[in-house]
């Protein structure tokens, strides 16, 4: 008896230490998670973002952070990162084949990770976006696929997420929404 159990440690002592490794990347990673979802949440106060907005940028961070502890624990484990990869690429390439017509879906995701961590324009910001047609207004609401623009006469334009690093965009500031406005106002008066 006394020996089996001596036989049972000797054998199962790599897969304890193993076990216990992928325990210990577990609590890191779920720790990790913590770390950057405070900080998501610091950063977003700081910047008065919108609530619903740091909530997004953090549910892909978090996405990330706990698909690299699972490729960790899944070669600590043993089953080896090749495994792992090839399910994880075959499963990208399903995802790319269904997204291929709709490309533009990651590129409003990355376009809002972008716009969050850079800041470039905040909600209240009077923004014109020079494209064609140029579209003007109050910038109300910034999400993972759209940004949402308020007009002057109260309508509201909702442009995809990608546009605010495709095109030129300028904050306006009052004088310069006046100024826009009288130029405006005479071009209608030299064309009747």
């Known amino acids: 008896m006394k020996e089996s159990i001596q036989q049972f440690i000797d054998n199962s002592g790599e897969g304890v230490i193993r076990a216990a490794i992928a325990l210990l990347v577990l609590i890191l990673s779920y720790f990790v998670a913590r770390l950057y979802r405070r900080y998501i949440n610091e950063t977003s106060e700081r910047h008065k973002f919108a609530a619903h907005r740091s909530d997004s940028i953090s549910k892909v961070g978090q996405i990330i952070i706990y698909a690299i502890t699972l490729v960790i624990v899944s070669n600590v484990l043993g089953f080896g990162i090749q495994g792992v990869l090839i399910a994880t690429s075959s499963f990208f390439a399903i995802v790319g084949v269904a997204f291929f017509a709709n490309w533009s879906i990651l590129s409003n995701v990355t376009a809002s990770i972008l716009l969050y961590f850079t800041f470039p324009y905040r909600i209240g910001d009077r923004i014109l976006i020079e494209s064609e047609p140029n579209h003007s207004g109050i910038l109300k609401d910034v999400t993972l696929m759209y940004m949402k623009i308020q007009t002057d006469g109260g309508s509201y334009i909702t442009l ?27 071009s209608k008066d030299g064309a009747v």
Do not use: G, R
């Open 160 to 186: 995809p997420a990608n546009v605010a690093i495709q095109k030129v965009i300028t904050i306006q500031s009052e004088a310069d929404y006046q100024k826009m406005l009288k130029e405006k106002e005479e």
